[in-house]
Structure formats: C-alpha cells, structure tokens
C-alpha cells in the first residue's frame, strides 16, 4: 500500500514556530518547510467487509471479532501515522440513539472488525434482550493517528458505508413463552382451568411483564391463599414440572424472584390484587388493583378531586382525554397519599418519585392518554380535530366539532333526514373513537344508533363515563 504524508496544522505550526527563531546568514531569507497536502475523504476508500453487507446476516454468536469494513488510500500517509475506525449502531435508519463502538485492525490487514460482545451488548441497549434477529444500521467514522494525536476524516458528519444488516443477537438462555397461568386457590390447584394472565400485543421478549387481576376473600386469607405461575408449556401438556414459584415454600412477600420448578407462594392480603410477573427477569410483584387513575396537574389547580381520569377494564391499561397545558402527575386515588412520576426515561413511570410528568411536546392540547401500570409506561395523544361520521355522510368525513375553552366539551349541530348509525373519531382517522353506548361511550366500540331529526349534539369528556347528547332542536 502507496504511504507518504499527512498534513497535521499543529505540526506544520511548531516546525513554523521553530524556524522562525532561527539566525540566518543568507541574506535574510527563512527556511521553510513546504506544506503536506491536507487528507481528506476522497483520499481514502472504504468498504464493507463481509458478513457487514447490504441485507446480510450476522449471528454475533459465530465469531469473536465480526469483520466490518476495508480500506485503501491514494494519498501518502506521514511516518507511523495509522488509519482507525470507530462503528455507530442504531435500531433506526435516521440514526436516532446510536451507540459508537471501538474497531480493532483484523490481523495485519486493512480489514477494521468489532468486538462481538461489544456490538452484542448494544444490540441489547437498543433493542432490548429477544434472542432473534433485528435490523440494524450500522455507519463507519475514519480516523489517522500519529502517537497520541488522532484527527477525524473529514468533519464529524463524514460517516462511511451506511448499511442495513440483519443482526442475531447471542442468545442468553432465557426462554419467555407466549403465555402464562396461575394456579392454586384461585381455581383449587386445577391445571386445566389455570387462570390466564394478560398481555400486550408486543412481542413477549419486548414486553416481558404479564398482569392478572385477582380478588381475594378475607376468609381465603385465613385459610391460605396459594400460588403457582404455570408457563403455555405446561399448561399444554398438562404438567406439574417447570412450573414457577417462590424460592421457600410459603413465602407472603409480595415481591421477589420466581424459581423454576420453585415452591409455592402464600399471599396474606386481601381485596382486589395486581399479580404481576416479569419472566425476563423472572420477578413478580403483587400491588392492590387500582380501579382508576386522577391526573392532577397545572391544567386543574394540582386538585387530585376535580382532576380528569383514567379508567380500566383489566387493572393494568388505562387510558381517557386529559386536556394539558403544564406538568402533571397521576395518583391511584383522588388523594396525595401516592402518585405515579416520571421514570428514568421518557414515557416511563416510578411510584413515588421525586419528577413531575411534562407537558407533552405538543404543548397546551386535548390528549388520548394511555397507561400501562404491569410495565410502567404511558404515552399521549395530541387530539388536533373531533368530528362524527356515519351514514349521514356516507361514512366518508367527519363533521366536525367545536371545543370549549377547556377543549373538554365539543359541539355541533347535525341535521338527519333519515334514522342513522354514526361514531365520535379523533384526528380523522380511526386509531381513536368512540362507540355506543351514546350515555356511557367506549373506546372502539359499536355504533350509535340515532333517529331522523336536527340536533344539537355535546360531546361531554369532562368526567367518566364519557356522553354524547342529542338535544332536539
């Protein structure tokens, strides 16, 4: 490979500075060095080294070192001065949260490759612990060092090889499966009617964490309440083995670990329960179920009482309309006794923290909210446009709505010439909208049935249950 020199400004400066402090005897005219050409990107070609192709697959299981990227240069290189790659990775195309990690040369090559483990480690940062495949994006940083000095290629948004490649982590030896059961008390120990915890519709290695709402009598207290968490497999088969318990037989924590082929737990509290169970991390924790959710907040004076709601069908997702305009908080009752805050993260919760919830990037707004209390996640909803559509319009359109001040109340007059069916919908499209009952509207819920006439139609998302009135005109 071609080597000569690089020019480095500091080091064309010192030679400079040295010179010019020389005595000269010829007539006045100074010694100069000539300048070395800067290095730039076109000087230096780079490539991407098998596996790191376009669409390739790499299984960060199979090597210690994954080859990444190669190079040749066209112009000369200074004396010992050496060519460097560092790797940025992201789980997106536009590079958003990417994790740089260090390259080492491959033998006496031109080959720069990654450590496995590193790139394994990140891989699990950015997309959490499954053990199968993942698209990742992967860019190169070049470097020249000279001893200590290391000055970048070009500027720092000169990247190289920006690829796509198919990623297979190294599998840690946990298994999570698609579902999970209790059993003891609550059924009688029957395996066959086990009780069925809930779940997202994410995947079981991105969302780990499984919730059951359980009511336990003061009288089943007394005589021991007893639990086991069966895993799909079992419960398939009709087996005892690989169930899951505690780690001491009739253990009253109401969390810890849990144990395969563990012994069983005894709870002593009773009242309607939250068993949740992460099997990622193999923990479970049980909470008292909370039948709603206040959010108070700048937008309501910080008065839990009069603060919007949000309500459940599962004791685990929550979800209403908050109009917010500042910081704000949930509490599991309309008290201070407790409250749910910010977490490490944005859209995370912790009880009991010590952060407010910010105001959502939208600003001042009417919001969908929803909460998960088995994940401690929450995530809004800016509502820009609320409008019914139904038969009136051909289910083609929305008729829009006009809020009140507090973006609260939305009204509008609606003619029918004819008996009809319609919805409320946010936003104009169906991602968020509510059906029938017209007194006690649900999210996605059937249509509303309305007969021929004029009128003036409130949308009331002040308090629960949420209304719709048709008032004759």
Same mark, same amino acid.
């Given at each position: ?31 100069? &060095? ?11 070609? =780079? ?46 195309? +536009? /590079? ?43 860019? /190169? ?15 720092? +948004? ?13 599998? !840690?030896?946990?298994? =999570? ?11 009688? #120990? ?35 309440? #007893? ?12 087996? #005892? ?16 670990? !849990? ?40 937008? &309501? ?22 109009? !917010? ?26 009880? &009991? ?65 004819? +008996? ?9 499209? #169906? ?43």
């Amino acid at each position: 490979m071609k080597k000569a020199y690089l020019y480095f400004a500091p080091l064309a400066l010192c030679a400079l500075a040295m010179t010019g402090c020389d005595d000269t005897t010829d007539g006045g005219v100074m010694q100069v &060095n000539p300048q070395q050409p800067e290095f730039t990107p076109a000087d230096i070609t =780079v490539t991407t080294a098998s596996p790191v192709t376009s669409d390739g697959s790499i299984n960060l299981a199979d090597a210690a070192l994954v080859s990444a990227v190669s190079y040749t240069v066209s112009a000369e290189l200074p004396e010992d001065a050496v060519v460097s790659f560092e790797m940025q990775v992201s789980g997106s195309e +536009d /590079f958003a949260g990417a994790i740089t990690i260090p390259m080492e040369r491959v033998g006496e090559t031109d080959t720069y490759g990654v450590d496995a483990q590193l790139w394994d480690n990140a891989f699990r940062s950015l997309l959490g612990k499954a053990p199968f495949e993942r698209t990742n994006y992967v860019r /190169f940083a070049g470097y020249i060092n000279v001893g200590s000095q290391r000055s970048r290629i070009g500027t720092p +948004d000169t990247w190289y090889c920006p690829t796509k490649v198919n990623v297979t982590p190294v599998d !840690l030896g946990i298994q =999570v499966e698609d579902a999970y059961y209790l059993v003891g008390t609550v059924n009688g #120990w029957d395996l066959a009617t086990a009780v069925k915890f809930s779940h997202s519709d994410k995947n079981v290695y991105d969302d780990p964490v499984f919730t059951l709402c359980i009511d336990i009598t003061a009288e089943a207290v007394q005589a021991g309440w #007893w639990w086991k968490i069966v895993p799909e497999s079992s419960f398939a088969a009709g087996s #005892w083995e690989g169930l899951f318990g505690t780690e001491k037989d009739g253990d009253t924590a109401l969390s810890g670990n !849990l144990f395969e082929d563990g012994n069983s737990g005894c709870l002593n509290r009773a009242g309607q329960q939250l068993f949740t169970i992460d099997m990622l991390n193999c923990t479970y924790s049980v909470t008292n179920a909370v039948p709603m959710l206040w959010t108070p907040g700048n937008s &309501n004076d910080w008065t839990p009482e009069t603060s919007g709601t949000l309500t459940t069908s599962d004791f685990t997702n929550y979800n209403g309309f908050l109009h !917010l305009n500042g910081e704000w908080l949930m509490t599991p009752a309309a008290n201070w006794d407790n409250k749910y805050t910010l977490g490490t993260a944005p859209g995370t919760l912790i009880y &009991n923290g010590d952060n407010n919830l910010p105001v959502p990037a939208e600003g001042d707004a009417l919001y969908w909210v929803e909460v998960n209390l088995g994940s401690l996640t929450y995530s809004t909803t800016a509502i820009t446009k609320v409008g019914m559509i139904g038969g009136f319009n051909d289910w083609a359109g929305d008729l829009e709505m006009t809020p009140s001040a507090d973006l609260l109340t939305w009204t509008a007059d609606l003619d029918l010439a004819a +008996d009809t069916e319609l919805k409320v919908r946010f936003n104009g499209d #169906w991602a968020i909208n509510l059906g029938a009952p017209a007194t006690n509207l649900v999210f996605n819920a059937g249509n509303i049935a309305v007969a021929a006439g004029s009128y003036a139609v409130t949308l009331n998302l002040t308090t629960h249950p949420y209304t719709l009135t048709f008032t004759a005109k």
